[in-house]
């Protein structure tokens, strides 16, 4: 049990760090390299650790991992207003939207798939016993 309390808040704590990092960052961008920035950061690196961090958090089985589709979604869109602007440089807020919360969504599906099958396959074992 505290293992899988370490994963999730392990999970939580970088998703966080890729936020503040990806904000961060938008200080340091040349004013012509922010479409670049758009299109690496909010559409390429935070997919890719929304959905990785939403795997471990969905291996956890605990029911609080439906929350964090919502507070990804809801950081990266602050993160983008923060950096640059109400609605960032002409991206658009269901695209950002989109890229935010279906691959936190997909990981903590394909997360909580794997730990019900995980956790099936123990209980037949202990019932072949």
Partial sequence: MKKS??????AAVISILAL?????????AAPNDIIGFI????????????????IIIGL???KAVLFYPVVTT??????????????GLNTELWLLILFSLVP???GTSLGMLIFHF???KKSEQVHLN
Avoid: D, E, Q
């Fill in 5 to 10: 309390i370490k994963k999730v808040s392990l």
């Fill in 20 to 28: 503040i990092l990806v904000w961060l960052y938008s200080f340091i």
């Fill in 39 to 54: 299109i690496l950061n909010f559409f390429m690196i935070l997919p890719l650790v929304f959905l990785l961090c939403g």
């Fill in 60 to 62: 956890s089985g605990y």
């Fill in 74 to 87: 809801c950081g990266s869109v602050l993160v983008n207003y923060l950096s640059h602007g109400i609605f």
């Fill in 104 to 106: 936190s969504l997909l």
């Fill in 118 to 120: 995980r956790n099936k």
